[in-house]
C-alpha cells in the first residue's frame, strides 16, 4: 500500500499517530508533511499531495491541517480529488466503500472520541463497493467541469 501524506503546522501531532498507524499497516508512506510549528498555507499543502497523488501509483492520501475542514476543502478543488473529512471508523470506512474518496482529512487541533489510528485503518481496509455508489461518485466527477 502507497500513501501520500501531507500537512500544515496544525496537524503535526495527528500526523505522528498517523504515520504510526501506516507504519502498522505496513504502508509506504510518502511524507510531504510539516514537522514544524513554522506557518505554512493549508492549501499549498493539499495542492503538494494532490498534484504528487495524480501522478499515480497511490492508494490514497492523508491531509491534515487544524481542524481538516480548510485542506480538505482545498483538496476538493482539485480535479480528481475526492477528500472526505472523517470523524470516526464509520464515516472513514463509508467514505471509501460510498464515496470511493482517495483523499481523506483530519483537524490536529480536534478532539475525536476514537484513536485517529482506528479511522485510518477502517479506510485503508475498505474497498469501494461500485454499483449504486458508481454513479453517484460519476455525478461527482460531471461537478469538477462546472
Not at 510539516?34 to 499531495?49: C, I, K, M, Q, T
Not at 475542514?69 to 463509508?94: E, P, T
Given at each position: 500500500?502507497r500513501?501520500?501524506l ?8 495527528v500526523?505522528?499517530?498517523?504515520l504510526?498507524?501506516?507504519n502498522?499497516?505496513?504502508?509506504e ?22 498534484s ?16 481538516g ?8 478543488k482539485?480535479h ?6 472523517i470523524?470516526?471508523s ?5 467514505a ?9 482529512a483530519?483537524?490536529?487541533?480536534m478532539?475525536y ?20 455508489h458508481?454513479?453517484r ?6 461537478l469538477?467541469?462546472?
Amino acid at each position: 500500500m502507497r500513501v501520500i501524506l501531507s500537512n500544515d503546522h496544525g496537524g503535526i501531532a495527528v500526523r505522528e499517530a498517523i504515520l504510526s498507524a501506516l507504519n502498522t499497516l505496513n504502508a509506504e508512506v510518502y511524507d510531504m508533511g510539516v514537522s514544524s510549528e513554522n506557518s505554512v498555507d493549508y492549501p499549498d499543502r493539499a495542492a503538494l499531495a494532490a498534484s504528487e497523488f495524480l501522478k499515480g501509483g497511490y492508494d490514497f492520501g492523508v491531509l491534515i491541517c487544524g481542524t481538516g475542514i480548510g485542506i480538505s476543502m482545498a483538496a476538493n478543488k482539485i480535479h480528481g480529488i475526492r477528500c472526505a473529512l472523517i470523524y470516526d471508523s464509520f464515516s472513514a470506512r463509508l467514505a471509501r466503500e460510498h464515496n470511493n474518496a482517495n483523499f481523506i482529512a483530519f483537524g490536529g487541533r480536534m478532539h475525536y472520541h476514537e484513536p485517529v489510528e482506528d479511522m485510518v485503518r477502517a479506510f485503508a481496509e475498505a474497498k469501494f463497493e461500485g454499483g449504486r455508489h458508481a454513479c453517484r461518485v460519476e455525478k461527482i466527477h460531471q461537478l469538477e467541469s462546472l
